[in-house]
């Protein structure tokens, strides 16, 4: 008989630093395209497993001292690689058991029909715009979970202003992966509340003025998290020299929509990108570091045990 306790104990084996699992039922009223029923009809669990980022990662990106290793190693390795192993093992457990396991990694340059945000993490992203249902009421492809949602559901955190996932002892500082599940696990309590004490540090940190109060602003992220600001190093004397609003984007003071974001992308290519479709963080995730460094204090994590 699969126990919960068992799933926990090989996720911590196999590299993970949380684990949760999350009642089915904690998901009723989700829309079909994030309802994790739409992926597995008979699942009663979600189960979540959450992967430190290095915490020297953003300082080096804060002494701007490196930039490249974040996107690779923080984001693209654990999301696409080191991840993706790890569900195949924990998918392999719950398998031999004689259950369903539908493993759910970050689906980075995808959105469903009606998304109209973006990742700054990649080159660009796609709505699924054209998709259909194969029959009335059922979900059009893909169906995404909203990995924040899921999460919280799991009982491993819930996000804060900036829209990011707070994780206790980690902070921002995570990736997160999910597996539904017909297996009958005893489930977590979800997350209550946030972590977030709404301080605004995050807000006051990102140098493209992405965030507010209403949360984050997706595609000035994009412009931003790509090096538009003058405090990026790699910013030669010529860039966008000719722009009519140069001073204004340099200064975070330019407001971008999708399409604007897009016609200015060209010219943010200072780091290599096209190797793996990610694309390096220039503003050194300030948000995430301004962030950390006031929880980290507020709650007395040490960084040693990661509580």
Not at 81 to 101: H, Q, R, T
Not at 218 to 224: D, G, L, M, N, S
Not at 266 to 282: H, M, N
Request: aromatic letters at 10%; glycine letters at 10%.
């Amino acid at each position: 008989m699969l126990t919960s306790e068992q799933i926990k104990q090989k996720a911590r084996e196999f590299g993970a630093d949380r684990c949760g699992i999350g009642a089915i039922s904690g998901f009723e009223g989700t829309d079909l395209q994030r309802d994790p029923k739409s992926i597995l009809p008979n699942a009663k669990c979600v189960i979540g497993f959450a992967f430190r980022v290095p915490r020297r990662l953003y300082q080096v990106m804060a002494d701007k001292t490196q930039f490249f290793n974040y996107t690779q190693l923080g984001v693209k390795f654990l999301d696409e690689e080191f991840s993706e192993i790890f569900l195949l093992k924990m998918a392999g457990i719950v398998e031999n058991e004689g259950y369903d396991a539908c493993v759910q990694r970050n689906v980075c340059n995808l959105r469903i029909q009606g998304d109209k945000t973006t990742n700054p993490e990649v080159v660009d992203t796609y709505e699924l715009a054209l998709a259909e249902a194969v029959t009335p009421g059922r979900a059009v492809p893909d169906v995404i979970l909203d990995f924040n949602q899921a999460a919280r559901v799991c009982g491993l955190g819930a996000a804060g202003r900036s829209g990011h996932l707070l994780v206790p002892g980690l902070g921002p500082y995570v990736r997160t992966v999910f597996l539904v599940t017909d297996a009958p696990l005893e489930c977590d309590p979800p997350f209550e509340g946030t972590l977030c004490d709404d301080c605004g540090l995050c807000q006051a940190a990102c140098p493209g003025h992405a965030i507010s109060e209403g949360g984050l602003d997706t595609w000035q992220c994009a412009v931003y998290y790509r090096g538009a600001h003058r405090s990026n190093p790699f910013q030669g004397d010529d860039f966008l020299k000719d722009h009519p609003e140069r001073n204004a984007i340099r200064n975070g003071d330019k407001r971008f929509n999708a399409e604007d974001a897009r016609r200015l992308y060209p010219e943010l290519d200072f780091l290599p990108s096209r190797a793996t479709g990610y694309v390096a963080c220039l503003c050194g995730k300030a948000c995430d570091y301004a962030c950390w460094r006031h929880l980290s204090e507020r709650y007395g994590w040490n960084g040693r045990s990661g509580e």
